[in-house]
């Protein structure tokens, strides 16, 4: 027996609705090899990559295994600096059309796993991911007080192009950072237009600050889906 998730998923917006697993709002996409951004994906891709997203969260059963399949889903998606290595290093994550379908499928082994009946998303949400045109992405980097990405400007450089946002997110307010270097940690989102970007290029996000720094993301799209 299956049922389908029900509910107002408006999946343009930039803050998270699926409120029972909040913290996937943020997942990252699952386990991929060296390809370039999907940008048309068929009816089948789009099982495969749920399927991506679900298999290695059923298989999660222990709160340690969780956090390792989100670790490792994160990394798939991760242009810039590893948070790992550089805790302050200026990131972004690429939420792809394969991403927001992979962490589909790991809601769908979360609700399944809760109720204990097989889970799946509604068609009409599989279709509007595989008919977005815009890429988002969360960037994350760090300053030296709460206000610091407040008024950032980003822009997308891929050789002479400059490819600007057709929306710009509000920064969040800087949340205090326990490891080494700045003091604050912030985020906040864009979004590209696939049709004005290559999805193969390697590419360099530019992050501008109100105070004049500067921050360069370099993000090799051949190695994102």
Not at 16 to 41: H, P
Not at 171 to 198: H, I, V
Request: net charge positive.
């Amino acid at each position: 027996m299956s049922v389908m998730i029900k509910g107002d998923m408006n999946i343009y917006r930039h803050k998270r609705v699926w409120g029972l697993a909040g913290f996937l709002g943020v997942c990252l996409i699952g386990f991929g090899t060296a390809w370039a951004i999907d940008v048309k994906l068929s009816a089948e891709d789009a099982q495969k990559a749920l399927e991506a997203g679900r298999i290695p969260m059923e298989k999660a059963n222990l709160p340690e295994d969780v956090k390792k399949v989100l670790q490792q889903a994160s990394l798939a998606a991760r242009v810039g600096a590893d948070p790992e290595k550089e805790p302050c290093g200026a990131s972004a994550i690429l939420r792809t059309k394969r991403y927001r379908l992979e962490a589909f499928g790991r809601q769908e082994a979360v609700e399944s796993k809760k109720r204990k009946i097989d889970v799946r998303m509604p068609e009409e949400f599989i279709k509007k991911v595989m008919d977005m045109p815009n890429m988002e992405i969360e960037v994350q980097l760090c300053g030296d007080d709460e206000y610091f990405a407040e008024g950032a400007v980003i822009e997308l450089h891929q050789g002479s192009k400059r490819i600007k946002p057709i929306d710009i997110g509000k920064a969040e307010r800087g949340r205090k950072n326990e490891g080494q270097g700045p003091a604050f940690r912030s985020r906040f989102t864009a979004l590209f237009a696939y049709e004005q970007f290559d999805s193969n290029a390697k590419s360099v996000f530019v992050v501008n600050l109100q105070d004049g720094q500067e921050a360069r993301i370099p993000a090799d799209f051949s190695k994102v889906r």
